[in-house]
């Protein structure tokens, strides 16, 4: 008799709560889902940013170097595209502001044509750098 009723106190519990171990088995599902499928895919795209960052960072201080140890006039206009091709690197602009704008104001005064016409792209990227979203946007340079 004991058994009888215990046995129909949980028929009647399972019944009463049948919604909640619903519940309870769909969320189960979902978790197994995002173990399973979810996850690797945002640790493939965490690796992949993580790679992409550390390219960007090499070309950019590749870029640096070449600019900083480029000289004669066979390598201005060389020089003069660095300069512009700094502007494709936006988690650096502090820093490119920062060097630009120190070797502008060393080397402003300079009557040399060449050093003018590194000083000129200079201002040009520092303008662009400084410039609003917008203007980065929609700029022809």
Do not use: C
């Not at 690197?89 to 502008?104: A, C, G, H, M, Q």
């Amino acid at each position: 008799m004991k058994l009888e009723f215990i046995k129909f106190q949980m028929e009647e519990y399972y019944q009463n709560n049948q919604g909640l171990f619903e519940l309870i088995g769909i969320t189960l599902a979902i978790i197994a889902i995002y173990i399973s499928i979810i996850q690797p895919i945002i640790n493939f795209t965490r690796a992949q940013k993580k790679q992409n960052k550390d390219k960007r960072f090499k070309t950019y201080h590749e870029l640096i170097d070449h600019f900083a140890g480029a000289n004669g006039s066979a390598m201005l206009d060389r020089q003069i595209a660095i300069i512009y091709e700094l502007r494709r690197f936006p988690e650096y602009y502090p820093v490119t502001k920062r060097i630009l704008s120190d070797w502008v104001q060393e080397r402003n005064t300079s009557e040399i044509p060449q050093i003018q016409r590194l000083v000129k792209e200079m201002n040009l990227t520092i303008d662009y750098i400084n410039s609003s979203w917008i203007e980065k946007r929609f700029s022809k340079n």
